[in-house]
Nanobody, 114 residues
Framework: QVQLVESGGGSVQPGGSLRLSCRAS????????MTWFRQSPSKAREFVAG????????RYANSVKGRFSITRDTNTDTLYLQMDNLKPEDTARYFC???????RGPGTQVTVSS
């Protein structure tokens, strides 16, 4: 079955960096569009970044453009989100999603605070 497992979150100060990972299994990762999104108690679920099924056409929310970078490794079926210059408003639980599948992982918590 489809499984997505996020990791790499943590607590950092403003301006810090984190690299999130999403290990995927149960589907053809190399031919599937992938998305990072985030959710916090005070906000609705928010799209963060996405890649098309070919691993290209990277798209970003305006709020993270220029600070975050989405990539993937088809050798390990892993999706990444490099997050630089983190801001307190980036605090949320981050999830990855696979196009066409409803499976969700546990997410990984990112907290940005001084």
């Amino acid at each position: 079955q489809v499984q997505l497992v996020e990791s790499g979150g943590g607590s950092v100060q403003p301006g810090g960096s984190l690299r999130l990972s999403c290990r995927a299994s149960g589907f053809t990762f190399s031919r599937t569009a992938m998305t990072w999104f985030r959710q916090s108690p005070s906000k609705a679920r928010e799209f963060v970044a996405g890649l098309d099924r070919y691993g290209g056409d990277a798209r970003y929310a305006n709020s993270v453009k220029g600070r975050f970078s989405i990539t993937r490794d088809t050798n390990t079926d892993t999706l990444y989100l490099q997050m630089d210059n983190l801001k307190p408003e980036d605090t949320a639980r981050y999830f990855c999603g696979a196009d066409g599948f409803t499976a969700r992982g546990p997410g990984t918590q990112v907290t940005v605070s001084s």
